[in-house]
């Protein structure tokens, strides 16, 4: 079986602005931050992973990580300058052990996965599936995905790494209301996400 510990995440701090839609938008989220201040917890076993996001036979889970951070959105014209759009600028990130040493880093974009022996790698997103059972008041989570790995550079333990999945995801969505307002502003959004990686048997 697969355990997940409990887990939290620090909250989006406030943007570089005074605009009222985000100091509305704060207050929502320190009001979820007291439903979760006693921690969320999701636990998943192999039994329990969507379909979609199961690893192929002939494949081990290899190593076991908790991703805590930061997704930083820049508010963006498109092309035309005509529309708005809060684009990922940064991931700054940690990755843990079940025990909680830091063991790597996790970066971006695009999405990089480098661990503390400095081998590192990228992935190919395959599928997603919603994060289930999530109170409505609290902000929106990255979906749950399977990625296929690419190939590592470097040596170390992210070497021959097949696929990965990303599970009990909380935060780290975009928010809402970019426009010329804040064109070029940046947005801290706090996240958490476990990182499963898998070898060939």
């Not at 938008?25 to 076993?45: E, H, M, N, P, Y």
């Not at 063991?103 to 022996?117: E, K, Y």
């Not at 021959?160 to 064109?183: N, R, S």
Request: proline share 7%; glycine share 8%; aromatic share 8%.
């Amino acid at each position: 079986m697969m355990r997940h510990q409990p887990f939290c995440v620090q909250f989006p701090s406030r943007p570089d602005t005074d605009d009222t839609t985000f100091r509305a938008a704060r207050v929502l989220i320190l009001a979820a931050a007291v439903l979760l201040s006693g921690c969320a917890t999701q636990k998943f076993t192999r039994e329990h992973i969507p379909a979609p996001l199961k690893v192929p036979g002939g494949h081990a889970v290899s190593m076991e990580t908790v991703a805590s951070g930061s997704m930083i959105f820049q508010c963006r014209a498109n092309v035309n300058g005509v529309a708005f759009d809060w684009t990922l600028a940064d991931i700054e990130a940690s990755l843990k052990n079940r025990g909680g040493k830091v063991v790597g880093r996790f970066v971006g974009p695009p999405a990089t996965w480098q661990a503390s022996d400095g081998s590192l790698l990228t992935a190919t997103p395959l599928a997603t599936a919603p994060l289930i059972n999530q109170p409505s008041a609290i902000q929106p989570s990255l979906p749950l995905a399977l990625y296929q790995a690419n190939p590592a550079t470097g040596r170390g333990v992210m070497t021959a790494v097949t696929y990965i999945q990303q599970l009990a995801t909380v935060g780290g969505t975009a928010p809402a209301g970019c426009d010329q307002t804040l064109l070029n502003k940046k947005y801290k959004v706090g996240f958490q996400s476990d990182f499963i990686f898998y070898k060939a048997n």
